[in-house]
C-alpha cells in the first residue's frame, strides 16, 4: 500500500516549450500533495504545498507563474513547467500524505521522480 | 520546524550495524524525529519515526535520548542496497512540511 506514481519518468524538451508532470496516489486518498524539486549532488528542496480542491501553496522563490500546480481530485496532482528553459532541468519529485494509508495516519509518502531535460 | 544535524558521511561494511547519529537540539514537545532515504535517482523512501520511545520496525531501529536533543538510526545488517543518502528531519507528526538537510551519504562496503 501507499504507494505514489509519477508520470512520466524522464521527459526531454525544447527550451520555450511547456511539460506537465502528474503525480497519482494509487491506493489511497490524499488531500495534500507536495511538490519537490532536486539538483545534482543537491537535497530536496520544497516547491509547493497543495490541497485537493484549493490553490497551492508556494516556497519563497518559486515562481508560482512559472510552475502550476493542479490537484483536482484525491489521488491527481500534476505540475506544469511552463516556458521551460535550461536552468529548469532537474529532478522533479511529488509526494502525498495520506488521509490513512494502512501503515501510518496522515504519513507521506514519494514517488518515484520525474527527469526533466530542457534542451 | 526545528533543524537536523547529520555528519555528510559515513562508511559501513556490508552485513555490519550502521549506526547513524543525528543531532536536533531545538526541537519541539511535539516534533517528533522522522527518518527517510533516498537511493540515487529515486524518490526518498520512508523508513521510522518516534517521538520519545525507541521504535523498531522490519528496516531499522531508531533510539531517542531521553532529552530528545538526538537520536540515532540502527541498521541492524548493512546491505549493499542499503547505500543511499539518509534524511533526519523533525516536525509535527502528520502535519506540516517535511523538509530536507543535507542529509548522510552511506556507503555500505562488501
Known amino acids: 500500500g501507499a504507494v505514489v506514481s509519477q508520470h512520466p519518468s524522464r521527459v526531454i524538451c525544447k527550451s520555450g516549450t511547456s511539460v506537465k508532470i502528474e503525480c497519482r496516489s494509487l491506493?489511497?486518498?490524499?488531500?495534500?500533495m507536495f511538490w519537490y524539486r532536486q539538483f545534482p549532488k543537491q537535497s530536496l528542496m520544497l516547491m509547493a504545498t497543495s490541497n485537493e480542491g484549493s490553490k497551492a501553496t508556494y516556497e519563497q522563490g518559486v515562481e508560482k507563474d512559472k510552475f502550476l500546480i493542479n490537484h483536482a481530485s484525491l489521488t491527481l496532482s500534476t505540475l506544469t513547467v511552463t516556458s521551460a528553459h535550461p536552468e529548469d532541468s532537474s529532478f522533479y519529485i511529488c509526494?502525498?500524505?495520506?488521509?490513512?494509508?494502512?501503515?501510518?495516519?496522515?504519513?507521506?509518502?514519494f514517488g518515484p521522480g520525474t527527469r526533466l531535460t530542457v534542451l | 520546524d526545528a533543524k537536523t544535524t547529520q555528519p555528510p558521511s559515513m562508511d559501513c561494511a556490508e552485513g555490519r550495524a550502521a549506526n547513524l547519529p543525528c543531532n536536533h537540539s531545538?526541537?519541539?514537545?511535539?516534533?517528533?524525529v522522522y527518518w527517510y532515504r533516498q537511493i540515487h535517482s529515486q524518490g526518498p523512501q520512508y523508513i521510522i519515526h518516534?517521538?520519545?520511545n525507541n521504535e523498531t520496525n522490519e528496516m531499522a531501529s531508531l533510539i531517542i535520548t531521553e532529552d530528545r536533543k538526538s537520536s540515532t538510526l540502527i541498521l541492524p545488517h548493512a546491505t549493499l542496497r542499503d547505500t543511499a543518502v539518509y534524511y533526519c528531519?523533525?516536525?509535527?507528526?502528520?502535519?506540516?512540511?517535511?523538509?530536507f538537510g543535507a542529509g548522510t551519504q552511506v556507503v555500505v562496503t562488501p
Open positions: 531545538t526541537i519541539s514537545g511535539n516534533e517528533y
Open positions: 528531519i523533525v516536525r509535527v507528526a502528520g502535519w506540516g512540511k517535511l523538509q
Open positions: 518516534g517521538l520519545k
Open positions: 509526494s502525498a500524505r495520506a488521509s490513512w494509508s494502512g501503515h501510518s495516519y496522515n504519513e507521506q509518502f
Open positions: 491506493d489511497f486518498q490524499a488531500t495534500t
